[in-house]
């Protein structure tokens, strides 16, 4: 199952090859992650050039991303 996030971001955008449920707005330095699995709700933070993060509820993010002009998309998987 993949779901491609929509990312705004000041001069950054990130792709990636497979992805999770979920949507996310950028942050100043960071990405905030609103995702959702089944029922659950996760919500945590990445920093650019992160390839892993541990959210509320233990479940592991990894990622892979590739920089672009102007805006674009951002894909993660887990």
Do not use: P
């Not at 792709?15 to 949507?23: E, F, I, K, Q």
């Not at 905030?32 to 541990?54: F, M, N, W």
Request: positive net charge; charged residues 25%; aromatic residues 12%.
């Amino acid at each position: 199952m993949k779901t491609i996030f929509r990312v705004i971001a000041e001069s950054h955008a990130f792709l990636s090859r497979t992805a999770c449920l979920g949507s996310m707005h950028a942050l100043n330095r960071g990405i905030e992650i609103e995702a959702a699995r089944e029922s659950q709700r996760l919500t945590s933070q990445i920093k650019v050039g992160t390839y892993t993060l541990e959210v509320k509820n233990m479940y592991r993010i990894c990622f892979e991303y590739a920089d672009f002009d102007g805006g674009g998309l951002f894909v993660v998987r887990w």
